[in-house]
């Protein structure tokens, strides 16, 4: 079909049906000051050659992660995935099929999200796990409000080790809930902080583990804390690998599970699009947000699959859903499952070892650079060092050395005071040589 | 008892009045599977949400008939929400209200009354 633009005499007639002098009367009714007079300054039409050169051009502009060494976490990690998680996720059934509206016609799909309910639930230590959410933060805003829903309570507390883009993003969505955010502020070892801040009118807490700073925290004490105070304990991640070597968010009494899943089967991807996890207590499950898929057997006795508990979803709810959601991160969600069933759990933690392997490798190497300080002390594959000056402009020079020297703090939260500290994730991508060649760009660029 | 257009019940003694829906209610929504029960100390007026009645077919929100205070609420519906299918106008009830305003109830259709309009549907 050619797309066939309207001429000026068919916006003439049409204008004149409705009684409009012009395109722009239609628009009165938006107050001028959030017009725009005039259009975008936009390059006009081109031929296809002259665009494939200008979009090389830009291209040529990016510097993928595997092009030399690559030390950024806080967030999103640079892992090996292995071919067979690409080549299987572009068969057509997986890749073209969107979220199931007819579910049970689609046994397949929702098997995989079965499965990777099960894996969730079982990395997390949690008896629930739904079919996906957007990402980290928005799960972790997920939580926030299913947390009101659960205590009845509009009172959230975050702590100073939360991402900041995740406590950025819980207030934007959560604040239209009416939910009170309480944010504390960015610190490197306090996540047993957020137990001063609990109150009657608390509906959770929000930790993270490994924090934004890498620093791993037993919470137990946290969980105890809350409940006593009869709010949640939420545990957010955002590095999923963690699972493999860290005491899960259940163990430790967390009540809502969320984290960031592009670790396992998702490349970085620009920052998106990525996979949230979420998993609750299965007392919880009908406060919980979006799909669930459950296990049953047909007329027959067959084993089939099903999407459950959807009276708690929108389509049926309405307004009163227990959120907006109503899809789910199924290829990626797919992309993770089949990375999880890869490596197995044997493969999982021999993952998680080698991680925290090089992450430790990494830290000793930058602790011996002169005028870097390690602040990090308890991590499993990121730290956070204080350098001797602004860490932005360092990572700004080493970017010159061809190193991608980590996030700077100031980054992700400017004007928190922690302008000298810079994130640094290893993964088992790192090489000896990478951290060699950063800490020798560091020597020459701090002194 | 007194019934509502929206087919709760309620019936009075002294002045907590205890709340449910009808038979007539319970049939058409089917197999009931879950009940959500309004918190304790609640304050609310004649025909706002008190209760949310899920089964097989549907989600419905159950109104409150009358203004009050929740006083009481059917924790047995946790475990066994068929209670609302088998005994939809005795034990299937969903909270209790301390009421404060009489005349409220006396508003409300008696059986004779709600039988008719039933018969209008």
Known sequence: MRYLPLSDLDRAEMLGVIGAKSIDDLFVDVPAAARRPKLFDLPLHAGEMEVERTMARLAGLNRPAGAGPFFCGAGAYRHHVPATVDHLIQRSEFLTSYTPYQPEIAQGTLQVLFEFQTQVAALTGMQVANASMYDGSTATAEAVMMAQRVTRRSRAVLSGGLHPHYGAVTQTIAHAEGMQIVRLASAIDAEAAVIQAIDADTACVVVQNPNVFGVVTDLTPIAAAAHAAGALMVVVTTEAVSFGLIRSPGEMGADIAVAEGQSIGNGLNFGGPYVGLFAAREKHVRQMPGRLCGETVDAEGRRGFVLTLSTREQHIRREKATSNICTNAGLCALAFSIHMSLLGEAGLRRLAALNHSRARELAAAVAAVPGVTVLTPRFFNEIAVRLPGDAAAAVEALLADGIVAGVPFSRLEPGAGLDDVLLLAATETTTSEDIAALTAALTRRTH | ?121
Not at chain 2, 3 to 17: C, M, P, R, Y
Not at chain 2, 97 to 110: R, S
């Open chain 2, 1 to 121: 008892m007194r019934f509502t257009k929206d087919h709760e019940w309620v019936e009075l003694s002294g002045d907590i009045a205890t709340v449910g829906i009808t038979a007539y209610a319970a049939e058409q929504l089917g197999d009931v599977v879950f009940v959500e029960t309004p918190e304790m100390g609640r304050a609310v007026k004649a025909g706002d949400a008190l209760a949310v009645v899920e089964s097989v077919k549907a989600a419905s929100d159950v109104y409150a008939p009358i203004s009050g205070q929740v006083v009481a609420a059917n924790a047995a519906l946790a475990e066994a929400p068929d209670t609302v299918n088998a005994q939809p106008e005795g034990a299937g009830w969903f909270a209790k209200l301390k009421i404060t305003d009489l005349a409220e109830f006396e508003t409300l259709m008696d059986r004779d009354a709600y039988q008719a309009f039933l018969g209008s549907l």
